[in-house]
Structures are given as C-alpha cells and as structure tokens.
C-alpha cells in the first residue's frame, strides 16, 4: 500500500504507565516515520508525568491524542480503550504497539505495506527473519510456552501469539463484543487473536526484531504470568466444553 493523500485513516495506539522517558523520543520517532497516522496515548494516570508530556506537545501536534484514565486497571483494558476510541472515531485501521521501544517504529511502514493481505497483520518475532534480543534464557523460555499454551488450548494459527506489536482492520474489530472478554492483563494478547480467528479474520504475519527496553522497567511478574496462563486455560476450558468462549 502506498501512504498517501488516499490513504485509510490510520489510529497508532500506545498504552502507557511510566513510560516519560521513552515516549519523550518514541512519539517524535513515530510521528516522523509515518506521518499521515495519527497517534493516541492510553495513560493510566502515570505518576512520571506521561500525561502531561503528552498534552505538552499536542500543542503544536494535534494528531497526537491522550485518553487519560483515572486508574490503573490492566494492559488489556487500557488497550480496549484505545480501540474503543479508534471505532468511534471512525478510523480504518489500529495500530498496537509498545511504549519501550521494544516495537521499533521502523516496522511501520512494512505493517501498512501489509494491510491489503489481512485483517489482522502481527509484526512477529517468530517467523523467518523475525527474533529477539536483550532477553535472558529465562524470558525466552516464558515466551515460547506460552505461545505453546495458546496454540494448545485455543488453536489460533499464528507463530506469535503473545505479541503486542500488531494492525487491525477496524471493520472486522467492529464484529467482535468487547464486553465478553474476560482478559485485562497480559493474556489479552492472546484472547484478541483468538477472538479475531474466531470472527473469520485473515491472520498474517511479517517479521520483526525485538529488542528489549533500555529505559524503565517492564510490567510484567510472575503473577501476571500466572494469571495470563489461567485466563488462556479459561477461555480453552470454555470453548471446548460450551461450544462458546
């Protein structure tokens, strides 16, 4: 697809709670790469001032947007919210992406390239060209059961399940009940995808590189680990046993 006048209009969303240092020089890096997008920072009410960085420089760039919430309820409601936001606003396509750096903005344009053969296009790290770096052996091994797990239990065709990095067609997310999901955390990912396999979506996948934050520290622990594993088995457990998720 080539950007342009013609263009869909395209929503990047970035969900963040202390995320100031890096925001500070990813929302320029994102802006510059491609600026027909426009970009809408999730904010959990960070203590850092993300929040207001961001309403500093839609000053003098509207198409930088801040959906502030009065608390901190979870990755997976924050990233709902910026997709509720992005249907209302009549928006073609979302963009997901990280706040750390980990998803580099370089991958953009490949994603938008990307979007006439899907609905839902993951920048993967599990697909030939794609990886990793900056992980210890332990990350790496996380990472690789639980996308097992989800391949086990909810069947989605995928190599990279757990990926955050991905753009959706706001059409086919219009199909989906967002009020039935039952992850708020780090298993939303999975569920998302699951969910849109479900829908009938056409599921593609492009490669990319990970490389792990240099600034802040990540969200996750082991009980959201541990919760993600369980909602994952849930929604299984559920389908099978139902019929239904």
């Not at 995320?19 to 929302?27: A, D, G, M, V, Y």
């Not at 910026?82 to 998803?103: C, K, P, R, V």
């Not at 990793?132 to 995928?158: D, E, K, Q, V």
């Not at 086919?172 to 009020?179: A, S, Y």
Request: proline residues 5%; contains cysteine; glycine residues 8%.
């Amino acid at each position: 697809m080539t950007v342009g006048e013609s263009s869909p209009r395209i929503l990047i969303t970035l969900c963040t709670y202390n995320e100031r240092e890096n925001i500070t020089r990813l929302i320029p890096a994102i802006r510059d790469t491609v600026p027909v997008a426009d970009l809408l920072i999730v904010d959990d009410n960070s203590p850092d001032g993300t929040a207001t960085f961001v309403q500093s420089y839609q000053q003098h760039d509207p198409r930088v947007k801040l959906l502030l919430r009065h608390e901190k309820a979870g990755l997976g409601a924050a990233t709902l919210a910026g997709f509720e936001t992005g249907i209302e606003q009549g928006y073609d396509w979302l963009i997901n992406m990280d706040a750390d750096f980990s998803h580099p903005p370089d991958v953009l344009p490949r994603l938008l390239a990307a979007m006439p053969d899907g609905d839902v296009i993951i920048a993967s790290r599990y697909v030939t060209g794609g990886g990793i770096t900056g992980w210890p052996w332990f990350r790496h091994l996380m990472s690789r059961g639980i996308n097992f797990f989800t391949w086990f239990w909810l069947g989605i065709r995928a190599w990279d399940c757990s990926g955050a990095y991905r753009a959706y067609r706001v059409s086919r997310l219009q199909e989906i009940d967002f009020q039935r999901f039952r992850s708020r955390g780090y298993a939303f990912q999975e569920e998302m995808l699951y969910r849109c396999q479900r829908a009938g979506c056409r599921i593609q996948e492009i490669p990319f590189v990970f490389v792990d934050r240099e600034v802040g520290q990540s969200k996750i622990n082991s009980w959201e680990v541990v919760r993600a594993l369980w909602d994952i088995a849930a929604l299984g457990v559920s389908t099978r046993l139902l019929g239904r998720p």
